[in-house]
């Protein structure tokens, strides 16, 4: 987005702010603070978001057995940690999220603790946020609550963010969630001169599980003094496909506002909806689809002829855990298939874990000279996927005080002993001995690498079993 602006504006770098909601929050949040100290005591701030989602779910995970708040977790298909950051979204402060708890799971939840799930609730999430503020643990929802928190208590805060912008622009407007809009409504309050320009398309909000609200879209002209365009002319796809579209979107069932697109290109083409019962159907249909089309005219290379000419056929796909059963087809059928930034969909390396120690594998491979820096970095990796924290990774470096690496192994070893819930350290073991092998220059399997990187607990955790076996 940046990059179109600045094209559009014909400049390198534009005055014009491009980020998310999270992003801009976060740099409100920052310039108050630089404005006012008083600032700094609002919810928890400081440390590393990414990091800080790790230990969030490590303490909160401590705090549910302290309460025993196991079957109140497991209850239905959200996690507790799902629930409070949907209800954070939905702008409920701890006290509505407790009086929501003691309506719908009180008399629910049986397990046979002496005071109400919701009671439980209550005090384990205040001390949660207690120890989060002390430790500084940090998640992305705080983000957008301590800018609304500053906003709602001091007119000092709301008058610099509210001068802070000439124009304020929000597209996919339909994905907005009630705790950015009502934050929205203070930046940029709904008078004569607000200055908010927003673009969207109910029929495409996609994240109502998150808590977002497409309703926000269709009544923003009852809050703001609007001039609305409709842009209902669809440059991106021919007739048949535009046709398609409206068709389906048609029978979207939220209290949608009506319209259909228009294409701009009348090209005839063709567009079929075809509804599988599984993956692997679609699979089998995609590709008998494409070796129809293929015969239409063969392909040729070299005096070569090829019966089928697969190069007629794309296939676009929405997540990467449809492709599997799409490469189990091509591969059965033998059919030759190329695939755009391969590295990204391929079995193992689209296990995002993996990747990023599959990038310290080969630094320390290729790097010359003092190897610590490299050694370092795949251990604090190892460590934190058997749930040692980061800080006690940090700690136990500045601690250390040994001859050889191998040393630094067995001390590693007796970290995860002591600091982990999870006490078997063989995978780390023969891991770390592999990772030796290599760097010596020695053939090493990496298969075996994998598998014992897939064995250690957190990425056990994260890895679903269709990755585990397309691996
Ligand atoms: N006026 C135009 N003339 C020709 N092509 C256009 C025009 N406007 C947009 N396009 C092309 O149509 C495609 C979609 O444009 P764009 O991404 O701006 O649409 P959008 O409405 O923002 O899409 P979405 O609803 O997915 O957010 C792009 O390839 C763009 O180059």
């Known amino acids: 987005m940046e990059g179109r602006v600045n094209l559009f504006l014909g400049v390198e770098n534009s005055k014009v702010n491009v980020s998310t909601f999270h992003g801009t929050f976060m740099s409100l949040f920052n310039q108050l603070k630089k404005q006012n100290p008083a600032y700094s005591s609002i919810g928890v701030q400081g440390g590393n978001a990414d990091e800080g989602e790790f230990e969030y779910k490590r303490e909160l995970r401590k ?45 629910v939840i049986d397990d046979k603790a002496d005071r109400p799930v919701s009671v439980r609730f209550n005090s384990m999430i205040n001390e949660l946020n207690q120890i989060r503020k002390e430790n500084e643990i940090v998640v992305y929802d705080d983000f957008l609550i301590n800018l609304y928190a500053a906003l709602l208590q001091y007119s ?114 063709e567009a079929i909806i075809v509804e599988c019962p599984d993956t692997k159907e679609e699979a089998q249909w995609i590709l008998s689809r494409s070796q129809e089309i293929g015969k239409l005219e063969p392909f040729v290379l070299e005096d070569k002829v090829e019966p089928i000419n697969y190069t007629k056929s794309t296939v676009l796909y929405r997540s990467r855990r449809q492709l599997q059963s799409m490469f189990q087809a091509l591969d059965v059928k033998g059919v030759p298939y190329v695939i755009e930034k391969m590295d990204d969909v391929m079995g193992i390396f689209s296990i995002q874990d993996f990747n990023n120690a599959f990038g310290m594998w080969q630094e320390l491979v290729t790097s010359e000279g003092n190897k610590f820096q490299f050694w370092r970095s795949i251990l604090t990796n190892a460590l934190g996927h058997y749930f040692v924290s980061n800080r006690a990774i940090e700690q136990w470096f500045e601690n250390l005080e040994v001859a050889s690496i191998s040393d630094v192994f067995l001390e590693a070893y007796a970290l995860v002993i002591e600091k982990s819930k999870t006490k078997d350290t063989l995978p780390l073991k023969q891991y770390l001995s592999l990772l030796i092998s290599l760097k010596q220059g020695k053939p090493v399997n990496m298969k075996e690498v994998a598998e014992h990187f897939l064995a250690f607990p957190r990425v056990k955790e994260n890895v679903t079993d269709e990755e585990r076996n397309g691996f």
């Not at 940690?81 to 009086?99: K, L, Q």
């Not at 496909?241 to 090209?267: C, L, T």
Request: proline letters at 3%.
């Open 63 to 107: 705090l549910i057995n302290k309460y025993n708040l196991y079957k109140f977790d497991k209850n239905n298909e959200k996690t507790i940690f799902e629930r409070v950051s949907f209800w954070t979204n939905m702008g409920c402060s701890i006290d509505e999220m407790t009086d929501y708890i003691e309506k719908h799971f009180d008399s």
């Open 156 to 269: 000092e805060a709301r008058e610099f963010v509210q001068n802070r912008y000439d124009y304020i622009f929000i597209d996919e407007f339909q994905d907005i969630n009630p705790l950015q809009m009502e934050t929205v409504k203070l930046i940029c309050p709904p008078t004569i001169s607000s200055k908010l320009i927003i673009v969207g398309d109910d029929d495409q909000s996609i994240y109502a599980f998150r808590g977002s609200d497409p309703n926000y879209i269709k009544d923003f002209p009852n809050l703001y003094n609007t001039q609305e365009i409709r842009l209902m002319r669809n440059y991106r796809s021919k007739k048949k496909i535009v046709d398609a579209g409206n068709w389906v979107i048609s029978y979207n069932e939220h209290d949608r506002i009506q319209k259909s697109m228009d294409a701009f290109h009348k090209d005839d083409g």
